[in-house]
């Protein structure tokens, strides 16, 4: 079993930036790959971004491409998303999730997940 539990969400103006901190326990962090997505009420969760076991491949939405950085510490034992230039379809419920050794961004891929934090962009 991997235990995940994300922060670092809030109220933040749109524009603004943030970092989502998402701290895993219970296996070996560097064996599994993690990935962040996003659920807006009434609609589907949403893959934002991943990043490998090793942190040498990342991927992203096309919704986050270029305004935002997913990295992992294997020392902490914490995968973190960075969002700049945050917009009011940013506003989300933001999970982090784990599988085994290979990033994807198919959600039903994923194994782990965490409980989420809301995210609230404001104008």
């Known amino acids: 079993q991997v235990q995940l539990v994300e922060s670092g969400g809030g109220l933040v103006q749109a524009g603004g930036s943030l970092r989502l901190s998402c701290a895993a326990s219970?296996?070996?962090?560097?064996?599994?790959?993690m990935g962040w997505f996003r659920q807006s009420p009434g609609k589907e969760r949403e893959f934002v971004a991943a990043?490998?076991?090793?942190?040498?491949?990342?991927y992203y939405a096309d919704a986050v491409k270029g305004r935002s950085t997913i990295s992992r510490d294997s020392g902490k034992n914490t995968v973190y998303l960075e969002i700049n230039s945050l917009k009011l379809e940013d506003t989300a419920v933001y999970y982090c999730?784990?599988?085994?050794?290979?990033?994807?961004?198919?959600?039903?891929?994923?194994?782990?997940w965490g409980q989420g934090t809301q995210v609230t962009v404001s104008s």
């Open positions: 999730a784990a599988r085994f050794r290979l990033a994807v961004t198919r959600i039903g891929e994923y194994d782990y």
């Open positions: 990043i490998s076991w090793s942190g040498a491949t990342t």
């Open positions: 219970g296996r070996t962090f560097s064996n599994y790959a």
